[in-house]
Structures are given as C-alpha cells and as structure tokens.
C-alpha cells in the first residue's frame, strides 16, 4: 500500500495544453509538497500546503496552480504548458510543517513536446 | 537564505572502495539535516537523519554521516560501497517551522560503483 502515490506517472502533452497531476497520502501528514526535478536532477520546492492551507509559494509561474481538497490530497495543474515546464514532479508529505522528514512520492514524468 | 552545496557532482569508485560525499549548508539557526538516496528511475528515499543528540548518525545499508556543526558539514560516509549503491545523493536541510517545514537540497551527487 503506497504512502505518497501520484498519478499518472508519465504525461506527454503538446506546447499550450493544460494537464493535471494528483498526489494522495495515506500517512495522515498534516503537510504536503511539490518538488521539481529537472533534467539535471536538481530539486526545488514549489509550493506546501499544511492542512490545506497554502504556507510556501516560492518563484513559479502563476500557470501553475496547486490545489488541496483536503489534507490527505494535493494536486497540480498546468495551464498552457511550454517546453521548459518538462521535468519530474514530486509529491512530498510530512507529519506537519516543522523538522520532520519528507515522504516522496515515485514522481510524475512530464514531457512537453 | 538556506542553501545546501555538495562537494562532488560525480564519483566513480570500485566496490568495496570507501565512500565520503561532502555536503555544506548554510543556515545559522537550528536545522535538521538529511541524505536521501535516488535510485535510477525511482523515487527519493530517506537514507539517514540528524535532529539533534549524537553527531554520528547511522543509516539504512551501512551508510553513517558525521554532522559538525563548527564547519556546517555533514558528510555521508560508507566503508565499502556496493554496485547496488549506484545512484543519487542529495544532501538536505530543513530549517523547522518558519521556513514552513521545507527541505533545501543540494545539487546531488551521482555515485557510479563499478563491479
């Protein structure tokens, strides 16, 4: 039973389509993230939410909109995607916002073509 | 602002070679600190943790790290590597509630271990 599972795994998708990637938690974690991978394998934090409120928005596009149902799930959604936006995603939790380790998801493979 | 750096971009050893992978943070309040393992087309895995207590900490698959705070390291060591640790390292740092639980990473390191 996966604790942090995303789907899907792998998106193609053409320039200025708009996609969406689901993550769950069953680990009942107060806190959830995204991370972006890129090519280089460098990681960066997108955005946390913590019990479904937005507490980390750092410098990403505003096409990029993150969205948190309840604190079990977050989601991400990409309006008008460009070639830039091909990367890995990953979907984090943590037992809440303060020094606890993070739980990766296995990733959602994004290519833009 | 938090910032993690890893000494070595990529290491090839043998197996049974000894391993150290050096990571530098900067952070001047308390952090956690961490060494995650990505194996290739996986996800991030948590390999070891600092919080606080004895610097020397002991991970899965017999890697430690050694946290010195007067030089803002923590450094993954492993006495004999093993094919199967081919993969990515990334060192990171969490700088508590504040920074809203987040975890800094560094670049990673990509270890290659020949048979």
């Known amino acids: 039973d996966t604790a942090v599972s995303q789907t899907p795994k792998y998106l193609v998708t053409q320039m200025g389509n708009d996609k969406s990637i689901k993550c769950e938690q069953n680990l009942g974690h107060d806190t959830m993230y995204w991370y972006k991978q890129d090519s280089k394998k460098f990681l960066k934090i997108m955005f946390s939410y913590n019990n479904k409120e937005l507490i980390i928005n750092e410098t990403v596009p505003n096409r990029f909109s993150p969205k948190s149902p309840d604190k079990a799930h977050l989601n991400l959604h990409i309006n008008s995607l460009e070639l830039g936006d091909s990367a890995v995603y990953f979907c984090?939790?943590?037992?809440?916002?303060?020094?606890?380790?993070?739980?990766f998801g296995e990733g959602s493979r994004l290519t833009v073509l | 602002a938090q910032s993690v750096s890893q000494h070595n971009h990529h290491v090839i050893l043998s197996e049974a070679a000894s391993l150290e992978l050096g990571c530098n943070y900067s952070y001047g309040g308390t952090v956690n600190l961490f060494w995650y393992v990505q194996y290739p087309g996986q996800h991030l895995q948590l390999l070891l943790k600092y919080f606080s207590g004895d610097p020397l900490v002991k991970g899965i698959k017999g890697f430690e790290a050694e946290f010195i705070k007067s030089k803002f390291s923590f450094n993954l060591r492993k006495p004999s590597v093993q094919w199967s640790d081919t993969a990515e390292y990334f060192c990171?740092?969490?700088?508590?509630?504040?920074?809203?639980?987040?975890?800094?990473f560094g670049q990673g390191t990509e270890l290659s271990v020949k048979p």
């Open positions: 990171a740092v969490n700088g508590g509630g504040n920074q809203g639980g987040k975890l800094i």
């Open positions: 984090a939790s943590s037992l809440s916002r303060g020094f606890g380790e993070l739980f």
